[in-house]
């Protein structure tokens, strides 16, 4: 069965740095597409950043050049360090997997397959 369980989120105030995991288990073929999305209360859910299974990576204009996404070499982990933290970057991140796509459909239509509960990231003025 696949799963997807995220962590590291907390509450921080503006410009601070967190470091998000997440591991996904069960999965059924070794090439797939890991990533985040977020979403605030009230608002869309938006892909964040993605990474396949080659380490091709693809950001959100909001977040480039603040966050980065890696994955560690044959395990079904990635990991999303956010950099100077905006008020704008709260919501619940949320881990997902996706087979059969590329990381730019993943950060446009969502990580089809899998997705974590979420873990929350809050950043205060």
């Known amino acids: 069965q696949l799963q997807v369980a995220e962590s590291g989120g907390d509450s921080v105030q503006a410009g601070a740095s967190l470091n998000l995991s997440c591991v996904a288990s069960?999965?059924?073929?070794?090439?797939?597409?890991m990533g985040w999305l977020r979403q605030a209360p009230g608002e869309k859910r938006e892909g964040v950043a993605a990474?396949?299974?080659?380490?091709?990576?693809t950001y959100a204009d909001s977040v480039k050049g603040r966050f980065i996404i890696s994955k560690e070499d044959g395990k079904a982990t990635i990991y999303l360090q956010m950099n100077q933290l905006k008020p704008e970057d709260t919501a619940m991140y949320i881990c997902?997997?996706?087979?059969?796509?590329?990381?730019?459909?993943?950060?446009?239509?969502?990580?089809?397959?899998?997705w974590g509960r979420g873990t929350q990231v809050t950043v205060s003025a």
């Open positions: 997902a997997v996706e087979f059969f796509t590329n990381t730019d459909d993943f950060l446009e239509y969502g990580g089809k397959n899998a």
């Open positions: 990474i396949d299974t080659d380490g091709k990576t």
């Open positions: 069960g999965l059924a073929y070794d090439t797939y597409v």
